[in-house]
């Protein structure tokens, strides 16, 4: 069964930094592209930035510069390191695990920034 296990969603003031963590099933860690998406209340869900198996990234335009994902193949875990926050980062987090056809979703993890 494939989970993804998101955490280091919170509170934290404009300016700061948060670190969000997703844990993903050793079967498709390796071969799948991971992603961060969010979600603020009213709005569609939208890409935040992904990681292929191979390591090449790519970036929403609102993050660039101050959000930086990574992977760490002995824990099959991604994490996505949040600097600079604003409050328009307020949102739910997914994770997001996908090859081909196949994506498979976290449970979500919300971020607020205060002003």
């Known amino acids: 069964q494939v989970q993804l296990v998101e955490s280091g969603g919170g509170l934290v003031q404009a300016g700061g930094s948060l670190r969000l963590s997703c844990a993903a099933s050793?079967?498709?860690?390796?071969?799948?592209?991971m992603g961060w998406y969010r979600q603020a209340p009213g709005n569609q869900r939208e890409l935040v930035t992904t990681?292929?198996?191979?390591?090449?990234?790519k970036y929403a335009d609102s993050v660039k510069g101050r959000f930086t994902i990574s992977r760490d193949y002995a824990k099959n875990t991604v994490h996505l390191q949040m600097n600079s926050l604003k409050p328009e980062d307020t949102a739910v987090y997914y994770c997001k695990a996908e090859a081909g056809l196949r994506a498979y979703w976290g449970q979500g993890t919300q971020v607020t920034v205060s002003s």
């Open positions: 050793a079967t498709i860690f390796s071969f799948y592209t």
């Open positions: 990681i292929t198996s191979g390591g090449s990234t």
